[in-house]
Each structure stands twice: as structure tokens, then as C-alpha cells.
């Protein structure tokens, strides 16, 4: 299966504590972007990638988030000092290089912050 | 107000009949539309795109775009138990930069 990966698919943590996710797009997709959702919403949109470049960040992306893409492939996302607010499913999401805004997601990693 | 609403349901309706699930969006520059289906503690899964004004099928599904009213739709026909889940209907538009904007999704339920 050469779809969207995400690791792990469930981190339970302590508030405080530092958590880090990582996901792997679709094979040839440039373009990366990164999804909170919780119970009762839809993804709300945190972050996107062009190849390495961060190009968009949303304002909820608080400076507890932060997110890489290092070499254009894969990319983490790092929420420091958790918070119970944190606590919801993180979606990556990927798309191909041409102009289609077409996102294909991944299985998401469910976070619960104690 | 969100860019994009949809009723939250839950719409239930009987095996074999047609479903219709409803969206609209308040940004008229939006030029893309998705649907995807979210079924419970798994992640949204694309069942269509439509960029034009008017009918877009794909075996089951229907999607409908009427810019002039700003609304989208997904048809499902012959419904089945297995499509029991939450629709989410999501828009893209220049303004909106890279990021897709969702509804808050239609929980449907099919009854056998």
C-alpha cells in the first residue's frame, strides 16, 4: 500500500510532556499538509508543505507546534508542553505536484493528553 | 459563521433509498469542492471532487455544484448499511491558501 502513513496511531501522554508525529506522504507527492481534528468537528487546517518549504501556517498553530520537512519527504510534528486541549486526532495529508488541490489523508494519530 | 455548513444530522434513511446530503459556502471565490466519508475513529476518506456547475457521477455517487446559489450536494443512490458514516464536504479557494475548508460533517445513518 503505497497510501499516506502516519506514526504511531495512538500516543496517550502526560500534560507536560513533549509528543512528536510523524508522517509519510504518498510517493511523489510534494505537497504536504498537516490537520487537527476533534469529536464533532471537521479537520481544521494547521500547516502545509511545498517539498521542504513551510508555506502556510495557521494561527492555531500555537508556538508549542512546530513542524519540519527536511528533506521534501517525510515530516514531524512536535507539540511541546501538551496541554488537555491538545488532546484530538492529527491528520497528514498529501497531494501530487500538479494543480489539483486534491488531498488524499493518512490513518491519523489519535493524541489524549492526562 | 464557517466558510462551509452542513446540517450535522443524523439523516437516516432505508437500504436501497437515495440519500441527499447538503452543503453550503459562503466564499464565492471557492473553486473546488470534496466529499469525503469519515467513518468513526478512521480518517476522512475522498469519495469525490467537482469544479464545475452541475452533475459529476461516479458509480453511486452524484456530486452537484450550483455556484450561483453556493451550495454542493452528494447523492448517494441505492444506499447501503455500509455507508453509514459522517460526510464531510470541504472547499478551496485562492483565499483560503493551501488548506482545504470542512464543513463539521452529516452523520448518515442507513437503515436496513
Known amino acids: 500500500d503505497t497510501g499516506v502513513s502516519q506514526d504511531p496511531r495512538h500516543k496517550i501522554t502526560k500534560r507536560g510532556q513533549n509528543v512528536t508525529f510523524r508522517c509519510d506522504p504518498i510517493?511523489?507527492?510534494?505537497?504536504l499538509y498537516w490537520y487537527r481534528q476533534t469529536l464533532g468537528q471537521g479537520p481544521e487546517f494547521l500547516t502545509y508543505f511545498q517539498n521542504e518549504a513551510q508555506l502556510e501556517k495557521s494561527r492555531l498553530l500555537s508556538d508549542r507546534f512546530s513542524a519540519e520537512r527536511p528533506k521534501g519527504s517525510f515530516s514531524t510534528l512536535e507539540i511541546q508542553r501538551t496541554e488537555q486541549g491538545d488532546s484530538a486526532m492529527y491528520l497528514c495529508?498529501?497531494?501530487?505536484?500538479?494543480?489539483?488541490?486534491?488531498?488524499?489523508f493518512g490513518p491519523g494519530t489519535r493524541l489524549l493528553v492526562l | 459563521q464557517k466558510e462551509v455548513e452542513q446540517n450535522s444530522g443524523p439523516l437516516s434513511v432505508p437500504e436501497g433509498a437515495i440519500a441527499s446530503l447538503n452543503c453550503t459556502y459562503s466564499?464565492?471565490?471557492?473553486?473546488?469542492f470534496f466529499w469525503y466519508r469519515q467513518y468513526s475513529g478512521k480518517s476522512p476518506e475522498l469519495i469525490m471532487s467537482?469544479?464545475?456547475?452541475g452533475d459529476k457521477e461516479d458509480g453511486r455517487f452524484t456530486a452537484q455544484l450550483n455556484k450561483a446559489s453556493q451550495y454542493v450536494s452528494l447523492l448517494i443512490r441505492d444506499s447501503q448499511p455500509s455507508d453509514s458514516a459522517t460526510y464531510l464536504c470541504a472547499g478551496w479557494t485562492f483565499r483560503s491558501g493551501y488548506a482545504l475548508n470542512f464543513g463539521k460533517g452529516t452523520s448518515l445513518l442507513v437503515t436496513p
Open positions: 467537482i469544479y464545475s456547475n
Open positions: 510517493s511523489e507527492h510534494n505537497r
Open positions: 466564499d464565492r471565490g471557492s473553486q473546488s
Open positions: 495529508a498529501s497531494s501530487p505536484p500538479s494543480g489539483s488541490e486534491t488531498q488524499y
